[in-house]
């Protein structure tokens, strides 16, 4: 079992900034790739970013891309989504989700293993 916890969201102006961090604990962290989708009411939770076990490879939905940057610290068994040039749009609860299966395509929710709880980022206009 893997336990991930989100922090960090909150509300925000438009051109504003967040970071959001998600803790894990559990099985070995660096075993996962790690993955940020997020869900708006009504709509379908949808890809944001993932990075692979290292580190060395992250990819971003075309919405945040140059936007939002996604990191991790392994030593602190914890992934980051930097959020920058924040947009109405953007409005969401944000989940962090562990992904084991090596090879599994980042951008399928039923791909991922564990799921955090959520953090809500509102972005004011």
């Known amino acids: 079992q893997v336990q991930l916890v989100e922090s960090g969201g909150g509300l925000v102006q438009a051109g504003g900034s967040l970071r959001l961090s998600c803790a894990a604990s559990g099985r070995t962290f660096s075993n996962y790739a790690m993955g940020w989708f997020r869900q708006a009411p009504g709509k379908e939770r949808e890809f944001v970013a993932a990075?692979?076990?290292?580190?060395?490879?992250?990819g971003y939905a075309d919405s945040v891309k140059g936007r939002f940057t996604i990191s991790r610290d392994n030593a602190k068994n914890t992934v980051y989504l930097q959020m920058n040039s924040l947009k109405p749009e953007d409005t969401a609860v944000y989940y962090c989700?562990?992904?084991?299966?090596?090879?599994?395509?980042?951008?399928?929710?039923?791909?991922?293993?564990?799921w955090g709880q959520g953090t809500q980022v509102t972005v004011s206009s």
């Open positions: 990075i692979s076990w290292s580190g060395g490879i992250t």
């Open positions: 989700a562990a992904l084991q299966k090596p090879g599994a395509p980042w951008g399928a929710p039923n791909n991922y293993d564990y």
